[in-house]
């Protein structure tokens, strides 16, 4: 059961997207801003301050309502979730955008390492699939905060006279998202998914430049986008990419 903080509060709503009633979940906290977020199961979420009125609420998913629909459509296209991951041999993971298979082995010191095509594991039980996980999870959060870090430095330097960002330290932080692949505060916080770690190198450097943007642009205006084709002039073609991958999947 997912923890919920007793500071938020959530209640089912619905809204008319172009003359269809939708539900969505209304979640109430301590915010400035309103946000809408959209699951990969097309579950529509609307996070608003506590002092939001409902009018308010309404118009904003009135505005976003051309931006909602082609999230939906999008999510409609995506190929169907795998089966849930078993963690037996030859079974396929990735990292930074290539296909690597489960290799597994028994023995006294666990272990894991990547070799040719393979994700090569020797643990204790080959039967305990959460100890499966837990490493495979491990070696990748070891690799983000190395590989994450490095760039988010490159990426700085790379944007440093376009954005001209105050010189401070910017706190990165790594952590499983369910609909993002990253975000950031106007405190200088960014947070990066750690499934991005399985994702190509360009398609890293798009989001880490994607949320240092919005350093100077707390939302996705024409400004945004044009301050990101400036920082990026490819920018949409990694974002095609990640809009392409169901998080589900890998």
Request: charged letters at 25%; hydrophobic letters at 30%; one cysteine or more.
């Given at each position: 059961m997912?923890?919920?903080s007793p500071s938020?509060?959530?209640?089912?709503?619905?809204?008319?997207?172009?003359?269809k009633t939708l539900p969505y979940l209304l979640k109430r906290g301590k915010r400035r801003t309103m946000q809408i977020s959209i699951h990969p199961n097309?579950?529509?979420?609307?996070?608003?301050?506590?002092?939001a009125?409902?009018?308010?609420?309404?118009?904003?998913?009135?505005?976003?309502?051309?931006?909602i629909n082609k999230t939906l459509q999008k999510l409609e296209q995506l190929p169907p979730p795998l089966p849930q991951r078993q963690y037996i041999c030859g079974e396929t993971h990735y990292y930074?955008?290539?296909?690597?298979?489960?290799?597994?082995?028994e023995g006294e010191n666990q272990s894991i390492k990547l070799k040719g095509g393979f994700f090569e594991i020797i643990v204790s039980d080959k039967e305990n699939k959460s100890a499966i996980a837990q490493l495979l999870m491990n070696w990748y959060l070891d690799r983000a905060k190395v590989?994450?870090?490095?760039?988010?430095?490159?990426?700085?330097?790379?944007?440093?006279?376009?954005?001209?960002?105050?010189?401070?330290?910017?706190?990165?932080?790594?952590?499983?998202?369910?609909?993002?692949?990253?975000?950031?505060?106007?405190?200088?916080?960014?947070n990066l998914n750690?499934?991005?770690?399985?994702?190509?190198?360009?398609?890293?450097d798009y989001v880490i430049i994607h949320e240092l943007c919005h350093l100077k642009q707390m939302n996705h205006s024409k400004d945004f986008w044009l301050l990101v084709g400036q920082c990026m002039p490819q920018w949409q073609k990694y974002k095609s990419q990640l809009d392409k991958i169901r998080l589900e999947n890998i």
């Open positions: 997912m923890y919920q938020i509060s959530s209640e089912k709503q619905e809204f008319s997207l172009y003359g097309q579950e529509i979420v609307v996070h608003a301050p506590k002092q009125s409902m009018r308010q609420i309404e118009e904003l998913l009135e505005k976003k309502q051309r931006w930074l955008g290539r296909q690597y298979r489960l290799k597994i082995h590989i994450f870090s490095k760039h988010l430095e490159q990426c700085l330097k790379q944007t440093r006279n376009i954005l001209s960002l105050p010189e401070k330290q910017i706190n990165l932080k790594i952590r499983p998202m369910r609909t993002r692949w990253g975000s950031c505060s106007s405190r200088g916080n960014i750690l499934e991005l770690i399985k994702t190509p190198l360009n398609c890293i």
